[in-house]
């Protein structure tokens, strides 16, 4: 099955796949990319393009990078933290968010530092991020013990849970709006808008079909 889609600066149409790496549309003809061009796995979740045109790709055991030609594979830090990788953003900032099963990695073109639960996160999964206009990043955590959102603002983390209005422990996705309001997306409920101050709840029977 295909987990996400991107059209890159280029106009080309990457596809990536739950068990068959990356293809990539020019708009004539596919090229599948695999393992054996470099992709760390072939399950891949995730395809950003940061402003410089590189394009990044979150896998089930790493994240790689594609200049163009070639893919590289990204290891910032060793060890279990680039597993399962679910989001990837980039900041007003120019630095990078990658999320995943054991927290967030920032990575500022040079170093990166990891953030965990230990942190400040409210959970280590984090399956989806957005950074909102004002520059805060927030993690979306689709866990069902300690599930909710947690904005980050370069200092200090915010949490957001059913105590604080969400209908649901379970972020699954999440956008901001032209007015910025956060928007939340959950399994089992429906959405939830937060204007900054309070939650609107809608549930799924409430949604048009």
Same mark, same amino acid.
């Given at each position: 099955?295909?987990?996400?889609?991107?059209?890159?600066?280029?106009?080309?149409?990457?596809?990536?796949?739950?068990?068959?790496?990356?293809?990539?549309?020019?708009?004539?003809?596919?090229?599948?990319?695999?393992?054996?061009?470099?992709?760390?796995?072939?399950?891949?979740? &995730?395809?950003?393009?940061?402003?410089?045109?590189?394009?990044?790709?979150?896998? /089930?055991?790493?994240?790689?990078?594609?200049?163009?030609?070639?893919?590289?594979?990204?290891?910032?830090?060793?060890?279990?933290? !680039?597993?399962?990788?679910?989001?990837?953003?980039?900041? /007003?900032?120019?630095?990078?968010?990658?999320?995943? /099963?054991?927290?967030?990695?920032?990575?500022?073109?040079?170093?990166?530092?990891?953030?965990?639960?230990?942190?400040?996160?409210?959970?280590?999964?984090?399956?989806?991020?957005? &950074?909102?206009?004002?520059?805060?990043?927030? !993690?979306?955590?689709?866990?069902?013990?300690?599930?909710?959102?947690?904005?980050?603002?370069?200092?200090? !983390?915010?949490? !957001?849970?059913?105590?604080?209005?969400?209908?649901?422990?379970?972020?699954?996705?999440?956008?901001?709006?032209?007015?910025?309001?956060?928007?939340?997306?959950? &399994?089992?409920?429906?959405?939830?808008?937060?204007?900054?101050?309070?939650?609107?709840?809608?549930?799924?029977?409430?949604?048009?079909?």
């Amino acid at each position: 099955g295909v987990s996400w889609i991107l059209e890159d600066e280029r106009g080309d149409v990457w596809f990536a796949t739950m068990d068959g790496g990356v293809s990539r549309y020019d708009g004539k003809t596919f090229t599948r990319y695999s393992t054996k061009d470099g992709l760390p796995h072939d399950s891949v979740h &995730v395809i950003a393009q940061d402003r410089s045109g590189t394009l990044w790709f979150g896998t /089930q055991e790493g994240i790689a990078f594609y200049d163009g030609t070639t893919f590289t594979n990204f290891a910032g830090i060793a060890g279990r933290e !680039f597993q399962n990788i679910r989001s990837i953003v980039e900041h /007003q900032a120019g630095h990078l968010w990658f999320g995943g /099963q054991f927290g967030v990695y920032r990575y500022d073109g040079r170093t990166g530092t990891m953030l965990t639960a230990k942190d400040g996160l409210l959970d280590d999964f984090v399956g989806s991020m957005i &950074v909102d206009k004002a520059g805060g990043v927030w !993690f979306g955590h689709p866990a069902t013990d300690h599930g909710g959102a947690t904005r980050y603002d370069g200092k200090a !983390f915010t949490h !957001f849970t059913q105590k604080e209005g969400l209908p649901s422990k379970n972020v699954y996705c999440m956008l901001e709006d032209r007015d910025g309001r956060i928007w939340f997306g959950s &399994v089992g409920y429906g959405a939830s808008r937060y204007d900054g101050k309070t939650f609107r709840n809608f549930s799924t029977a409430s949604l048009p079909k």
